[in-house]
């Protein structure tokens, strides 16, 4: 199966690993990911582009850039670890926050 847009899973991957191997997506989402989960993904679909998305709730997001607009971006990457995410999961391509948040006005976005 080929597509340009693959599973977005939350939670563990386990439970999907035989499906995405055999779908062999061009991109998978993973939420929250764990190293051995995604080091597993990688090892079934080495072609795959793999995104991994660090959970923050949105009013949180949404209150964090109200408060420091652009640069809320370094410290809710700190807070959440994603310097360090990058580092122990190379197997991930990319990385993602919400971007879901201030979309609703001209004055948000």
């Known amino acids: 199966m080929t597509c340009k847009v693959g599973p977005h899973i ?5 439970h999907m690993l035989d499906t995405i191997e055999q779908w ?11 190293k051995d989960s995604v ?7 080495p072609k ?8 923050v709730p949105d009013a949180e997001m949404e209150g964090r850039i109200r408060a420091r607009g652009w640069r809320a971006a370094d410290t809710i990457a700190e ?7 990058m580092a122990e999961m190379p197997e ?3 990385w993602q926050i919400n971007n879901e ?3 609703t006005t001209l004055e948000g976005i």
Do not use: F, H, N
């Open 24 to 34: 062999q997506p061009a991109v998978v989402l993973a939420m929250d990911p764990t």
């Open 79 to 85: 807070d959440y670890k994603l310097y360090s995410k």
């Open 48 to 55: 795959t582009t793999i995104v991994g998305r660090v959970y």
């Open 39 to 45: 080091s597993d993904l990688r090892r079934r679909v």
């Open 101 to 103: 948040i201030l979309q």
């Open 10 to 14: 939350i939670g563990p991957l386990s």
């Open 92 to 94: 991930i391509d990319y």
